[in-house]
């Protein structure tokens, strides 16, 4: 709060003489080419003069004066009197009859002192602006080069797969196309998130560049800059340059040893995201499974082995799925909004799975991106358990009570 001193000289009423007449009544106008005060009366006679007619004539709060104080503008509340104090609880400028009525007990300061707070502040902030700028363009450029790898790495790995194809023949094209068709997807996916990646980060430079040059031209001795400085604060919290983009994971893919036998194995299987090579689990390898470490607290529901080192599991009462290593420690978590019962391994990719308490529905887990979508309805079966055969189909194990 300001003291008694500071009070009365604010309340000291501040008037300007007119240039032409030394009236004291009216003096609200200020001509920037002539540098003089002017009262209502005299306006006019300035604007009609041959030699003066051309001039620059404005309210006197928007003056610009060259090698003097700024000008406070004229209380919209109390005529006559000049906002010549900042209200810094209420965050506007006041005059001497709104300190001594609704602003008594509040924090003020002097309008000079304010202002030169706010260019402080207003130069800080094109400072922020230019960096922001100078950060999103760099961003751009890194993705870009991020881009360019993860096509480079597209290619390479077409290149491969064009390689084992001619080595398999004609029996196999149908799986080389299925492999280059979600190459293709993930090609397109990436472009995709390329573009709205450069368009966000080119729409960012834009618009910033655009509240740079509108800011450039404020007119930083005047109150206008209290206006252009609180716009720019509440502007500048909208382009954060501290986020972090998450690049994409690169595909690769694994070449297969060539057999007739088994054709996916002999062209290979595209790897991205978190993706597993479907292995054949024996006895031995379920019992070792069993032994992973858990809770006593934690009831494993089911186990759903990936390969002889991993496995997914179901626990009472938890709304995902945990996948462990042989010593018990969990590697990778999926959340769900259910509580899963069931599960089985469908290929390299996908789980199935149905909900505790029971549903109508079976669920299918794309361990690519993490979605769940309905595999199956079941409403008219008792479900008790779910599986698949060596011929990838899916089976249904019902419940008949006696």
């Known amino acids: 709060m300001a003291s008694n001193r500071s009070v009365r000289r604010a309340q000291e009423p501040v008037t300007y003489t007119c240039a032409l007449c030394d009236s004291e009544d009216g003096v609200r106008w200020y001509c920037n ?32 004066r060259q090698g003097d104080k700024p000008v406070p503008e004229v209380c919209k509340l109390h005529p006559g009197k000049l906002c010549d104090m900042f209200c810094s609880d209420c965050n506007e400028l006041i005059c001497s009859i709104c300190l001594s009525k609704n602003h008594k007990q509040h924090n003020w300061k002097l309008f000079e002192d304010e202002l030169s707070v706010k260019k402080e502040h207003f130069k800080e902030q094109m ?24 096509k480079d790495n597209i290619d390479t790995t077409r290149k491969e797969v064009n390689s084992q194809r001619t ?42 560049t655009r509240l740079h040059e509108k800011a450039t031209v404020t007119d930083t001795s005047g109150v206008s800059i209290f206006e252009t400085e609180m ?49 054949d689990i024996d006895n031995k390898h379920v019992q070792r499974l069993s032994t992973f470490t858990v809770t ?51 290929g390299t990719t996908d789980i199935l799975m149905t909900s505790n308490p029971r549903s109508t529905f079976v669920y299918k887990l794309s361990l690519h991106n993490k979605q769940v979508t309905t595999f199956a309805d079941i409403r008219s079966h008792n479900l008790c358990d779910i599986s698949i055969n060596k011929r990838e189909e899916v089976l249904l194990v019902q419940l008949h009570r006696t």
């Open 167 to 208: 080595k398999l023949k004609a029996e196999i094209d149908s799986i080389a196309n299925t492999v280059l068709a979600e190459l293709s997807s993930l090609e397109k996916e990436e472009s995709m998130l390329h573009k709205k990646d450069i368009q966000r980060l080119d729409k960012n430079v834009e618009e910033l």
């Open 33 to 64: 080419d002539c540098q003089e005060n002017l009262c209502d009366r005299c306006k006019g006679f300035h604007e009609r003069g041959k030699k003066t007619k051309n001039d620059e004539v404005v309210l006197i709060g928007k003056a610009n």
């Open 231 to 279: 716009s720019l604060r509440k502007t500048l919290l909208l382009y954060e340059v501290r986020m972090k983009h998450v690049s994409p994971k690169q595909p690769s893919f694994v070449t297969g040893s060539i057999d007739r036998v088994l054709l996916t194995k002999m062209l290979g299987e595209l790897h991205h995201e978190n993706q597993y090579e479907k292995t």
């Open 127 to 150: 400072t922020m602006i230019a960096d922001k700028i100078a950060n999103f363009k760099n961003k751009t450029s890194v993705r870009h080069c991020v881009n360019k790898t993860f």
């Open 296 to 346: 006593q607290r934690n009831q494993i529901l089911d186990i759903c082995p990936v390969d002889d080192s991993h496995a997914w599991l179901s626990i009472d009462q938890y709304q995902g799925l945990i996948l462990v290593n042989r010593d018990g420690v969990v590697t990778e978590t999926v959340k769900l909004d259910f509580y899963p019962y069931r599960i089985t391994m469908v």
